[in-house]
T-cell receptor, first 111, second 114 residues
Framework: KNQVEQSPQSLIILEGKNCTLQ??????????LRWYKQDTGRGPVSLTI?????NTKSNGRYTATLDADTKQSSLHITASQLSDSASYIC??????????FGAGTRLFVKA | ETGVTQTPRHLVMGMTNKKSLKCEQH?????MYWYKQSAKKPLELMFV???????ENNSVPSRFSPECPNSSHLFLHLHTLQPEDSALYLC?????????????FGPGTRLTVL
């Protein structure tokens, strides 16, 4: 069964600290993996996309990694800011528009 | 207006009501999507339209009826809903349904069924 599992379910960190969010997937076939950020009351916004041959992609303070052998991805946030408080969703594309979404990690950044 | 807009942002309806959700994209995209987002659950794809033709109907109950009159507009008609249909309904669009096309999401309609 195609699944995307994210951990932790929620996370609280202090402003300025780093954190890493995890995504494990059992999806076949695999085309690409995206990380989305979803602010409260807003739709998700794409942060990064990685294909099978890419193992790291950065977008400002966000760095995503992909290990296609172990079917794991992570999203590392550096020097967190209050505006990073949001849900982070891992999404695996299996071809065309067919995507499998994770349930997300809810991140709270405290001052 | 830019991006993807959705109206209304909030909707409360009874189980016998009929209502419609509206989505409009100003990005010149050819594909549009409806998703359901329930608390602490992954987004569920409901419908996909490409060039105004429905290409996916993901086992959605008939009480949800989509309509795509043109490539910029997408509606979700609601009829005889159940309380478990209460959720955030997200609309998205992409240039095409191709594998690398980023989907751009609207802010969603928060639906409560009493």
């Amino acid at each position: 069964k195609n699944q995307v599992e994210q951990s932790p379910q929620s996370l609280i960190i202090l402003e300025g600290k780093n954190c890493t969010l995890q995504c494990n997937y059992t999806v076949s076939p695999f085309s690409n993996l995206r990380w989305y950020k979803q602010d409260t009351g807003r739709g998700p916004v794409s942060l990064t996309i990685m294909t099978f041959s890419e193992n790291t992609k950065s977008n400002g303070r966000y760095t995503a990694t992909l290990d296609a052998d172990t079917k794991q991805s992570s999203l590392h946030i550096t020097a967190s800011q209050l505006s990073d408080s949001a849900s982070y969703i891992c999404v695996v594309n299996t071809g065309g528009f067919k995507t499998i979404f994770g349930a997300g990690t809810r991140l709270f950044v405290k001052a | 207006e830019t991006g993807v807009t959705q109206t209304p942002r909030h909707l409360v309806m009874g189980m016998t009501n009929k209502k419609s959700l509206k989505c409009e994209q100003h990005l010149g995209h050819n594909a549009m999507y409806w998703y359901k987002q329930s608390a602490k659950k992954p987004l569920e794809l409901m419908f996909v339209y490409s060039l105004e033709e429905r290409v996916e109907n993901n086992s959605v109950p008939s009480r949800f009826s989509p309509e795509c009159p043109n490539s910029s507009h997408l509606f979700l008609h609601l009829h005889t809903l159940q309380p478990e249909d209460s959720a955030l309904y997200l609309c998205a669009s992409s240039q095409t349904t191709g594998v690398y096309n980023e989907q751009f999401f609207g802010p969603g309609t928060r639906l409560t069924v009493l």
